[in-house]
């Protein structure tokens, strides 16, 4: 299966909702990173994870997909 198939396929419920939370996590980290004032170094690390992580959370739940009824 391909990336494009993959993507397009349909994803369990459990990931839909682990999906969401991570555009969520994402979206708290890019907010913070965003911030017009001057946060401490180690606040806008956190938010710098927190992207990241959200956005990798994201991306593996999009492509985690049902297993194929009969292939082996």
Same mark, same amino acid.
């Given at each position: 299966?391909?990336?494009? +198939?993959?993507? #397009?396929?349909?994803?369990? +419920?459990?990931? #839909? *909702? %682990?999906?969401?939370? @991570? %555009? *969520?996590?994402?979206? =708290? ?7 017009? $004032?001057?946060?401490?170094? =180690?606040? !806008? !690390?956190?938010? @710098?994870? %927190?992207?990241? *992580?959200?956005? =990798? $959370?994201?991306? *593996?739940?999009? %492509? !985690?997909?049902? #297993? ?5």
């Amino acid at each position: 299966m391909n990336i494009i +198939k993959r993507a #397009k396929a349909p994803t369990p +419920k459990f990931f #839909k *909702v %682990l999906r969401n939370i @991570g %555009l *969520v996590i994402a979206t =708290v980290g890019g907010t913070i990173l965003a911030t017009p $004032v001057t946060l401490p170094v =180690v606040i !806008t !690390t956190i938010g @710098g994870y %927190l992207a990241v *992580v959200g956005g =990798v $959370v994201s991306a *593996v739940s999009q %492509l !985690t997909t049902e #297993k194929d009824g009969g292939t082996n």
